[in-house]
């Protein structure tokens, strides 16, 4: 399948499985007893955004370019698409616009020293970068300590590189670290799918991609889904195997390392102020601090008293 072929079957896709969620009562129209299908027709579709039925079905075929931006954010608010599904479709479209030049190879881009030093500037809270094919390109020690089960983990020795997405879905370890892993393999496949609008070309990715769907059955439940994550925060509940269940705040934000390069995030875990999980946290911390104790940054002993436990 070549590009414009696979843009194509990610439209369809994914416009079919938006309009299949919504009923014609939440559309505010008459429901009859006679569907066929989940959600709504494609002609309810076409009049609740102001077009043809003939046009709406030529678009969810995947005939998206040259479509105004207009007319997208129509079928995005008949579709009741929320912020980052939108930006997914606008991605897609200029995905299927004509190149003028063969989209070049993105060069892989380093963590700066600026950047080194700003999470090295934080000592309680987990903080690292990562870029879209969620490979992690840095890290803080606190960061390094806590999520110790991914950077040990037999994918990331041999690649030399952490990446979450495989840490999750082919690494069993996961599924003990990451507490609620169900909502953690939703979340990765959606950061994911976000990433696969914004860099269709990008074959490092696609190479991902294929090798969690061969890989993982879940993997490939969560990517049929066609759900789209972009920005996120929330609490995760991790069960370290040194300072055993911890309950965290985190917060994504963006950030921009080079004119040309691929997106990149920073990721920012805490807990809350005056909790066990902070005690415990400041504890892992104190293993990586000079003098600190033994494989602090890497994998610290079995804690023989936890805070709070």
């Given at each position: ?8 079957a990610?439209i369809?896709?994914f416009?079919?499985s ?15 007893s006679r569907?066929?299908?989940?959600g709504?027709r494609r002609?309810?579709?076409?009049v ?5 039925t003939?046009?709406?079905?030529r ?8 479509v105004?931006?207009?007319?997208l ?6 579709l ?5 599904e ?10 299927a ?9 993105r060069?892989?881009?380093?963590a700066?020293?600026?950047v ?25 020690a ?9 950077f040990?983990?037999?994918?990331t ?5 952490a ?5 999750i879905f ?11 892993w169900d909502r953690a ?5 959606a950061l ?5 609008g ?16 061969t890989m993982?059955a879940?993997?490939?439940?969560h990517?049929?889904a ?6 996120h925060h929330?609490t995760?509940?991790?069960r370290?195997p040194?300072?055993?269940?911890v ?15 691929t ?8 807990a809350?102020?005056?909790t ?10 104190s293993?990586g ?17 936890s805070?709070?436990?």
């Amino acid at each position: 399948m070549d590009h414009s072929d696979d843009n194509r079957a990610q439209i369809r896709d994914f416009l079919t499985s938006r309009r299949a969620r919504i009923t014609p009562e939440q559309a505010g129209m008459a429901a009859s007893s006679r569907r066929r299908v989940p959600g709504l027709r494609r002609e309810e579709v076409a009049v609740l955004a102001g077009v043809s039925t003939e046009w709406y079905t030529r678009l969810e075929k995947g005939h998206i370019a040259g479509v105004s931006e207009d007319v997208l954010d129509a079928v995005a608010r008949a579709l009741r698409l929320d912020t980052d599904e939108r930006t997914y479709l606008f991605d897609l479209a200029r995905a299927a616009r004509p190149a003028r030049h063969a989209p070049a190879r993105r060069k892989e881009v380093a963590a700066p020293p600026r950047v080194e030093w700003l999470l090295d500037s934080m000592t309680l809270s987990a903080a690292y970068v990562r870029d879209g094919r969620m490979d992690v390109i840095a890290s803080n020690a606190l960061a390094r300590a806590l999520f110790a089960p991914l950077f040990e983990s037999p994918a990331t020795k041999e690649r030399g590189r952490a990446n979450i997405a495989r840490f999750i879905f082919l690494d069993p370890a996961a599924r003990d670290f990451y507490v609620d892993w169900d909502r953690a393999a939703v979340v990765t496949a959606a950061l994911l799918r976000a990433q696969a609008g914004r860099e269709p070309h990008d074959p490092v990715l696609r190479e991902l991609i294929g090798e969690l769907s061969t890989m993982s059955a879940v993997f490939r439940t969560h990517w049929a889904a066609h759900d789209v994550l972009i920005h996120h925060h929330g609490t995760k509940e991790l069960r370290h195997p040194a300072i055993g269940d911890v309950e965290l705040t985190y917060q994504s934000v963006d950030l921009r390392l080079s004119d040309r390069g691929t997106p990149h995030d920073m990721t920012f875990y805490t807990a809350e102020p005056g909790t066990p999980d902070e005690e415990r946290l400041r504890l892992l911390a104190s293993w990586g601090a000079p003098g600190g104790g033994e494989g602090a940054a890497g994998s610290p002993g079995k804690a023989t008293a936890s805070p709070g436990a």
